[in-house]
């Protein structure tokens, strides 16, 4: 079964610090691999996406990393800030074009 | 450039009663997806047009919820008759192609509550 697990489910950090979030994935075949931010009331924006051969990708503060072998991923965020404060989710994507999500890690970031 | 737009932004509705929720893509997106999030899960997916043609709806719960995109423009979802269990969040996608570097951009979201 195509499964995507995210951890923690929520995570509270302060202003200026920095934290990983961790992706587990059963899904075959793979295609690529996306982190998205979900600002609350908005919809999902993507900040990286990773093919199989990717091992890591930064979008500023933001540095995904991939292992296809263990099929795992993280998403470090680098001293983070108040609008960092979000659902980020990730998103495996299958061969047959099937996106599979995530339920997200909710980061609240403290003054 | 207008990003994804839905309409409404909430709907509050009876069970038994009728919704149409609406979703304006990306001018030029032939690809538009529907996804669906209920309480507490993960977003599902639930259709995909190219154009104006169904090219996946394996995702679509039953048969009460009908979409569709003539002309291949904006998407209506409608869901009839409404049930308790189709709360949530529905979101609405396009993207130029379907490609690994084809973005998916997502609009807010409608959120339905049914009573």
């Known amino acids: 079964k195509n499964q995507v697990e995210q951890s923690p489910q929520s995570l509270i950090i302060l202003e200026g610090k920095n934290c990983t979030l961790q992706?587990?994935?059963?899904?075959?075949?793979?295609?690529?691999l996306r982190w998205y931010k979900q600002d609350t009331g908005r919809g999902p924006v993507s900040l990286t996406i990773?093919?199989?051969?990717?091992n890591t990708k930064s979008n500023g503060r933001y540095t995904a990393t991939l292992d296809a072998d263990t099929k795992q991923s993280s998403l470090h965020i680098t001293a983070s800030q108040l609008s960092d404060s979000a659902s980020y989710i990730c998103?495996?994507?299958?061969?047959?074009?099937?996106?599979?999500f995530g339920a997200g890690t909710r980061l609240f970031v403290k003054a | 450039e207008a990003g994804v737009t839905q309409f409404p932004s909430h709907s509050v509705i009876e069970k038994g009663q009728t919704v149409t929720l609406r979703c304006d893509p990306i001018?030029?997106?032939?690809?538009l997806y529907w996804y669906r999030r209920v309480m507490g899960k993960e977003i599902k997916f639930l259709l995909h047009?190219?154009?104006?043609?169904?090219?996946?709806e394996s995702g679509m719960p039953n048969n009460r919820f009908l979409a569709e995109r003539t002309g291949g423009t904006y998407s209506t979802l409608k869901v009839q008759p409404a049930e308790l269990e189709d709360s949530g969040v529905y979101f609405c996608?396009?993207?130029?192609?379907?490609?690994?570097?084809?973005?998916?951009?997502f609009g807010p979201g409608t959120r339905l509550t049914v009573l």
């Open positions: 047009f190219v154009k104006e043609s169904k090219q996946d």
């Open positions: 998103v495996v994507n299958t061969g047959g074009f099937k996106t599979i």
């Open positions: 001018s030029g997106h032939d690809n």
């Open positions: 996608a396009s993207s130029i192609g379907q490609g690994i570097g084809n973005e998916q951009f």
């Open positions: 990773m093919t199989f051969s990717e």
């Open positions: 992706c587990n994935y059963t899904v075959s075949p793979f295609s690529n």
